[in-house]
């Protein structure tokens, strides 16, 4: 019995590592012109909501103005809410229409003025909040099309979206341990 257990416990080890290798798509692996949306750090259950970042890497590039669409399937995810990083030069000018928040089509329109030579490298670009809608075993590409992304002089900026994923989880049941 204790062999067993602990084949069940490694091989969802090894399930959590393999996942996380696979869909973690962060900054130190990115290239110019990648943009990606972070999947969630573990796979919710029905009623949880999760935080996903979109970010880009710009390399010298300013990024001035960029429209996106935010693809997902409706009856797995939805969206609560979509903000820019606090402080950044987008924060006073981000938008998405509140009402697709539940299409699995959203767009996010952005543009800033304030400063012709930032940001530059890896940006931030806004905060999306989900919540799980959909039953235990389904999943969502959480996909993005660039529309449109320029820099501060309105020459375009070629983008590579990269696209994250959720599933849904099948229980949030605690297994209590005894040993005897």
Partial sequence: MIRAINLIIRSRLMLFIAINLLSNF?????????IWITSPDHNPV???????TIS??????????????LNYVPSVVNILGISPEAGSPFSSYTYSNSMGYHSG????????????????????????????VGQAGESSVLGITVNIM????????????INGSVTI?????????KLY
Wanted: proline share 4%; glycine share 8%; charged share 10%.
């Fill in 105 to 132: 089509l959203t767009k996010i329109v952005a543009f800033q003025n304030s400063d012709m030579f930032a940001p530059i490298g890896v940006v931030e670009m806004c905060y999306v909040n989900f919540i799980a």
């Fill in 56 to 69: 880009v890497n710009l390399g010298s590039q300013p990024l001035g103005a960029y429209e996106i669409s």
């Fill in 26 to 34: 962060n900054a130190q692996t990115s290239n110019v012109g990648d």
């Fill in 169 to 177: 989880n099948a229980s949030t049941e605690v297994i209590n341990w």
């Fill in 150 to 161: 320029s820099d501060t002089s309105g020459s375009n900026i070629t983008a590579n979206p």
């Fill in 46 to 52: 029905h009623g949880e909501s999760f935080l996903s």
